[in-house]
């Protein structure tokens, strides 16, 4: 079994900085990719960034130049650097890992983890 455990969130002041990370164990396909999504109150679930097991990151535009993703693929362990934070930052953010194995139509294994609270203050 996969699991993920998210931890770095807390309360900071506008322009503040926090660092997420994401800790994953269990059976792991090593060709995957990690993601941060983030979740605000009555919102969907949305992607924030992404970073391939080869170093491929991806953003969404609204955290670009602000947050940086990275991974420790030594350690299965995922990071969010954000700076300059925004009150419309706030969200639960979470961790997810997904790979596909096999040939067309291949199989999807995807795992999220329990997610951790951003809250930003004006």
């Known amino acids: 079994q996969v699991q993920l455990v998210e931890s770095g969130g807390g309360l900071v002041q506008a322009g503040g900085s926090l660092r997420l990370s994401c800790a994953a164990s269990?059976?792991?396909?090593?060709?995957?990719?990690m993601s941060w999504y983030s979740q605000a109150p009555g919102k969907q679930r949305e992607l924030v960034a992404g970073i391939t097991s080869g170093g491929t990151t991806n953003y969404t535009e609204s955290v670009k130049g602000r947050f940086t993703i990275s991974r420790d693929n030594a350690k299965n362990t995922m990071y969010l650097q954000m700076n300059d934070l925004k009150p419309e930052d706030t969200a639960v953010y979470y961790c997810?890992?997904?790979?596909?194995?096999?040939?067309?139509?291949?199989?999807?294994?995807?795992?999220w983890g329990q997610g951790t609270q951003v809250t930003v203050s004006s």
């Open positions: 269990g059976r792991i396909f090593s060709d995957n990719t």
């Open positions: 997810n890992v997904k790979w596909a194995v096999g040939l067309a139509p291949r199989k999807i294994y995807m795992y």
